[in-house]
């Protein structure tokens, strides 16, 4: 059902991080998640959500690429006005600071 959804919808961003979410919190299909958030931030590159989402399910699947983890760190700080995102960014950094990046697909 979800897969129609958001196959009948192909712009909504929104869709695509709902399905990221149940793939890898119900499915645990962590490729999956990661191509269907991915999809998200390509359609809302914007949307801090989306990339916290996005560095979530890459760090904890080892799946994160370079270019992604750059692209939200500089998001997040962007729109960190009140603090918000302190916590994700100083994890970011220490992630980077500590592990090199994913072999992840390019």
Known sequence: LLVN????NPRSARLR?????????????RK???RMIREAVALSPRE???RLWLLQVGLASNLLERSEAEEALTLLRRV???????SD??????????????????
């Open 89 to 106: 960014i100083k994890r970011l950094e220490l992630w980077q600071a500590s592990h090199s990046y994913s072999r992840g697909e390019q």
């Open 48 to 50: 801090p959500g989306y």
């Open 17 to 29: 991080a709902i399905y990221a979410n149940y793939a890898f919190n119900v499915v645990g299909d």
């Open 5 to 8: 959804v958001v196959q009948q």
């Open 32 to 34: 999956l998640s990661m």
């Open 80 to 86: 960190n006005g009140r603090g918000a995102y302190a």
